[in-house]
Nanobody, 116 residues
Framework: QVQLVESGGGLVQPGGSLRLSCAAS????????MGWYRQAPGKQRELVAA???????NYADSVKGRFTISRDNAKNTVYLQMNSLKPEGAAVYYC??????????WGQGAPVTVSS
């Protein structure tokens, strides 16, 4: 089993920055890739960014150039640096980890509010 705990959510003004963290524990050796999804009220959950164990990254078109996903293997933590946040970026951000058997593990979610 893998446990994921997000932190760093909160309120930010449009154009501001925020960094989310996702700390993994448990059977982390089985994790191949990690990423971030988000879900705004009334909308489907969507992939924001992902990173493989080898460091390859993938981003949604809507966040390219503004968001950066990274990982610190020594700390078993994945980060999502969000810059130039827009009001439509307000959502609950979820950390996900996927193991070699394609099992998905989810964190509890970190709310992000973008408002002046």
């Amino acid at each position: 089993q893998v446990q994921l705990v997000e932190s760093g959510g909160g309120l930010v003004q449009p154009g501001g920055s925020l960094r989310l963290s996702c700390a993994a524990s448990g059977s982390i050796f089985s994790i191949n890739a990690m990423g971030w999804y988000r879900q705004a009220p009334g909308k489907q959950r969507e992939l924001v960014a992902a990173i493989t164990s080898g460091g390859s990254t993938n981003y949604a078109d809507s966040v390219k150039g503004r968001f950066t996903i990274s990982r610190d293997n020594a700390k078993n933590t994945v980060y999502l640096q969000m810059n130039s946040l827009k009001p439509e970026g307000a959502a609950v951000y979820y950390c996900i980890g996927r193991d070699s058997s394609w099992n998905d593990y989810w964190g509890q979610g970190a709310p992000v509010t973008v408002s002046s």
